[in-house]
């Protein structure tokens, strides 16, 4: 009798914090729900006092509670959703396993990388495209992959000269401040019009500047120079980014990190307030449960900081930060059912037009594709289906699934990019601590900001654990532009606008 009653006791708080959910929908094991358990009780009696609260289970949040356990700290998860991984998202659609959020890692990515051999968790590379459809001043034109890209290489590289010595360590982007600070106010469209391509090649080149600057006029040079720094300063490493997957998705990642670091953990449990008061943090969840610990990591997109309240307020620094906001806006990633065309390729479209950027990259999957257009209505077939044939006009779209970034409220945009001045006049303040919380997420990365292995490497950073800075293994030669007098020539000529 006795154990009935406590088993249901543990059922009823696992239930009342989310908890059953968080056991079920992971497949964790017994003994993460045991633990789990315990977090309910303390939870629901407002007893416990953890030593830091992370908030957010994306990849920076499960990371930083995995190297603070492994410290032995005592250490809650709050997580607003149903299911952890944040910006990741594995799910299927029509049977076929697809990501609605990151998806790709590559070697260059050291702390993603290092995460994957950690787990052992395999890693398949897509196929890639059979053809490649790029826009020409009279409609759409098709090559072969080489041509089209052996172009593409000869467009960009032009694009970021002076990257070797902006940027000449791409983990450290200030140590050439100096060089970076008046750069940092030239957006995508700035070094556009600069450069003054032919029209026929400025519309090859605007798929990739509309894509993360959403739109070109906003996004800053600044972070796509440091991606081509950080790629080895060449369009080979900048292009070849988008490779390699992570076999069992990305929420195997997530879930090993997870079952790693075994910290308490609560879904369901959007954060509403966060005080600080006498030394320690109380946390409010929309739930009406408080939580206290003598520290809390922020891990939640910079861009829903203004959806929650703070006590003291925050800092201008970080109030600029989310109101500006750092996840690209408007960002919708969509999964076709084309049933014409059915063989792999990769088309490219001009800025402006309702997709940006789609393609088959393996045999029989669907076709993935990025919108920015904030006039294209996602929920209407027709629409959709429009702005394929815009760029295939023999297409035929039989069903789609979508998922708005922008719209998602616990994101309320996409992977971060950064606008003209965030990384000189804002990156530093807003990564440190205020008080006794601190702040982690793919903004705040010194490296690969906006992608997986950023956020790894935040989450290690504000847990106090070593990142990695390698230097791409691709010598810095870009042209042979290097130096003093190159520094002079190139810089001069940048900053010219
Ligand atoms: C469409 C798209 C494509 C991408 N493609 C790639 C790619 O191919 N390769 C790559 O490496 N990266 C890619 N990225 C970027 C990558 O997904 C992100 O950089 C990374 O997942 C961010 O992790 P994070 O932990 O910093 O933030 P998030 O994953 O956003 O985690 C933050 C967590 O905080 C939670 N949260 C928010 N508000 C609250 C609250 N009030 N209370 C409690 N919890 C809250 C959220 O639910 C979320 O779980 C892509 C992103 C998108 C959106």
Known sequence: ?????????????????????????????????????????????????????????????LTAARELRKKGRKVLVIEARNRIGGRT????????????????????????????????????????????????LSGFAEFDP?????????????????ATNYFPKPYQPFTREDLVTPLDGVTLRDRLNQLAFAPQDEIRMTSTTALY??????????????????????????????????????????NAILADGAPHLVLNSPVSSVTQKNGQVKVLTRTGVTYTATEVIMAVPVNVWKKITFSPALPTAYRDATTQGYGVPRQKKLWLDLTNPTDRFIAEAPEGYGITIMGRMNDNAPVVA???????????????????????????????????????????????????????????AISQPFGKVKFAGDDLALGWSGYMDGAIESGLRVAGSPTLSPLPAAAPNNRGLVGPEADRRIYRSMIGL
């Open 1 to 61: 009798m006795e154990s009935r009653s406590k088993s249901i006791s543990r059922r009823t708080a696992l239930k009342a914090s989310g908890l059953v959910a968080a056991g079920t929908a992971l497949g964790m094991s017994l003994p993460a729900v045991a633990e789990a358990a315990d977090a309910a009780k303390s939870a629901d009696a407002d007893q416990c006092v953890y030593d830091t609260i992370v908030i957010g289970a994306g990849l920076a949040g």
């Open 146 to 162: 080489i041509t089209a890209y052996t172009r593409q290489g000869e467009l960009f590289t032009p694009f970021f000269d002076g």
């Open 89 to 136: 998202w594995t799910d299927t659609f029509n049977d076929y396993e697809i990501e609605r959020g990151g998806a790709w890692v590559d070697p260059k990515q050291p702390h993603v990388w290092r995460e994957l051999s950690r787990y052992a968790l395999p890693i398949v590379a897509d196929a890639g495209p059979e053809r490649v459809l790029m826009p020409t």
């Open 213 to 254: 600057g959403a739109p070109s006029t906003r996004g800053a040079l600044t972070q796509l120079a440091q991606w081509w720094a950080l790629s080895g300063w060449n369009y080979e490493g900048f292009a070849g980014i988008n490779t390699y997957r992570m076999q069992g998705g990305t929420k195997s990642l997530a």
């Open 370 to 428: 990025f919108t920015v257009d904030p006039t294209l209505d996602v929920t209407s077939h027709a629409q959709v289906e429009a702005a394929v044939k815009q760029i295939m006009p023999q297409a035929s779209l039989r069903s789609f699934t979508v998922t708005d970034w922008q719209a998602e409220e616990f994101s309320l945009g996409g992977p971060a990019f950064r606008q003209p001045y965030q990384l000189t006049r804002l990156h530093r």
